[in-house]
């Protein structure tokens, strides 16, 4: 292990937390707060001057490890000093917030651990823990290590773990010798941290393809921010004797893993509970050698923080064979519901369903049915014969594909996505994936939305003056074909075929537009108060030679925004497969009050923070453009 060390940073310790918004100037937790609401109730900036924004300057990454051309993390920023990972998290770095300038940088080598990493990227950024005297910068590396960080210094933190940091290998329940683990199990996303309790979720090896069906269990642990000792685990597929076992049947718990948490988990300090977004099992797509509901796959469970306990939980999906995991951050807002007040949590997903639950008790604030949804006729799989489905709010982008839902500009444009489509199967929500090449000629299922959401990472904001929860989503089919592995790739009777290409018109979606939408629910009535295309028509569409005369309506992109919501503006980038440009909405009905262009002509990468120094307004965000040779760079704008 090599630590290098740089400039000390002499900074006081923040107050007390805010839990609906960031309630300041700061931003102390990778949603703003710890409910992931990403809400500040910041004006300087609105609707007014919000073209106006200029660059306020610009920190590069480029001598930071190997050169990375995606950063998605969201900086923190407490007292006047933003937290950012770099160098595929091998670095974690402190700015000052209002120039750029580095205050300190702290790096860590982890050899093979590294360099066999299942999750070797930026991830999504660092935590920030304090008792109102020590504070400490926690960085969960791709080798799968929890690093604590004075904050004011950057050197490790005195009394932690071995040096400052703990081997999480060493504090799963896993029946496994240690270097099986290396290159089985990392993270994606910073840990939530609610009182003393630093909750990590892991993230395996993806599923679908080539992983085998005793991929690891993910259990999710909680390590004291102060000692490094464990708080807990918590065993997300369950052991013999344990609550939700029973569902799953043949005994299937004791073979299967993943269950894990790529996206991000959110805390209620007040309640004293974090919650866990569940992803499925082994394997994403086909679910033969688990028969059963699988708890608690595809699920949101509600722990106490200090100890692990199981207060409620709610499976969202039964025996997930779609990968509809749940990345998207569950946001707590507190709304009113026919003169009732409900402390409640939003949970988006992939499916593209706002789950709202009372975040106390886990019912359902409005009724959720179980309906019936088609069996899967791939051998051996076992389906569950009903889904959840909630009555409210409606959906928020296109579930299932018909012909209805086919591109429509012209007639001959129509039949031709008929014809495009006709090698494959087709149906609504929760049908089954099917065969690459199954008995009736088919090659494979058009999943709607598709692997890739829906809603993901990315997740949305809350307004907890009013309410209001934004989302931002595209419509993204998957054609899903399942087919025996090769020899030595996996011991699974099916996984997913590589070579099924989602049909186009010469080039032109199949699915009618908007290929991404924004989404603002007024949750204190469970319904839509508007929905807009994120983004203008792509050129490529607006000059496409088959649409010349077409009156097009406006498409938006096929990317996912990222987005914040202050008291005055909703501000969201275009997404990192976007273009270089952020808008800014009104957050009541969505018209757009003003737009910047990044500098660098590259996409914001991750999602937005802003916050204030010196009486200064600031939104920052990481950008990059591979194209144009741009490593990533953290921008930040504020007025002239």
Known sequence: MRILLAAVLLAGTAGALAQH????????????????????????????????????????????????????????????????????????????????????????????????????????????????????????????????????????????????????????????????????????????????????????????????????????????????????????????????????LDGSAERVGNAGIWGLAAGDPELGLVYLPIEAATNDVYGGHRPGNNLYSGSLVAVKADSGEVVWYQQLVHHDIWDYDMPPHPILVDITVDGRDIKAIVQFTKQAFAYVLDRETGAPVWPMEERPVPPSDVPGEWTSPTQPFPTKPAPFDVQGIG???????????????????????????????????????????????????????????????????????????????????????????????????????????????????????????GEIAWQIPNGDTPEEIANHPLLRGVDLPPTGINSVPGMLATRTLLVAGEGGDGRPIVRAYDKATGEEVGRIRISGDGPMQGSPLTYMVNGKQYIAFFTANRDAGMPAQLVAYALP
Do not use: C
């Not at 309790?197 to 909680?222: E, T």
């Not at 890739?452 to 993204?476: C, L, R």
């Open 403 to 525: 012909i209805d839902n086919l591109v429509d500009f012209t007639p001959a444009i129509r039949e031709a996505a008929i014809n495009a489509i006709a090698r494959h199967r087709i149906g609504g929500l929760y049908t089954p994936p099917s065969l690459s090449h199954a008995e009736d000629g088919t090659r494979g299922m058009i999943v709607v939305p598709g692997l890739g959401g829906g809603a993901n990472w990315q997740g949305g904001a809350a307004d907890p003056e009013t309410g209001y929860v934004y989302i931002g989503s595209h419509t993204a089919p998957s054609v899903v074909g399942l087919e025996p592995p090769g020899i030595g790739r996996s011991d699974a009777r099916y996984t997913m075929g590589g070579s099924l290409p989602l049909p186009t018109v010469d080039g032109i979606p199949i699915m009618k537009p908007p290929y991404g939408r924004i989404t603002a629910y007024d949750m204190n009535r």
């Open 21 to 248: 918004g960031t309630g300041g100037e700061e931003w102390i937790a990778y949603g703003g707060d710890r409910g992931g609401t990403r809400y500040s109730p910041l004006d300087q900036i609105d609707a007014g001057n919000f073209s106006d924004l200029e660059v306020a300057w610009t920190w590069k990454s480029d001598n930071f490890s190997e050169t990375e051309y995606r950063n998605i993390s969201t900086p923190l920023m407490v007292d006047g000093v933003l937290y950012v990972s770099a160098g595929s998290r091998r670095n974690v770095v402190a700015i000052e917030a209002d120039t750029g300038h580095i205050l300190w940088t702290w790096r860590m080598d982890e050899g093979e651990r590294w360099e066999r990493a299942p999750r070797r990227n930026s991830g999504r950024g660092v935590s920030y823990w304090t008792d109102g005297t020590d504070s400490r910068i926690f960085v969960i590396t791709p080798g799968f290590q929890l690093v604590a960080l004075d904050a004011r210094t950057g050197r490790p933190a005195n009394g932690f773990g071995n040096d400052g940091v703990v081997d999480l290998f060493t504090q799963l329940d896993l029946d496994y010798d240690y270097p099986e683990l290396i290159g089985a199990i990392g993270n994606s996303s910073p840990a939530t941290i609610i009182g003393n309790s630093v909750v990590i979720g892991p993230a395996l090896r993806p599923g679908g393809g080539g992983v085998g069906i005793g991929n690891v269990k993910a259990d999710i642990i909680a390590i004291n921010a102060r000692t490094g000792e464990r708080n807990w685990v918590f065993h997300s597929v369950p052991r013999p004797g344990e609550p939700g076992y029973e569902t799953w």
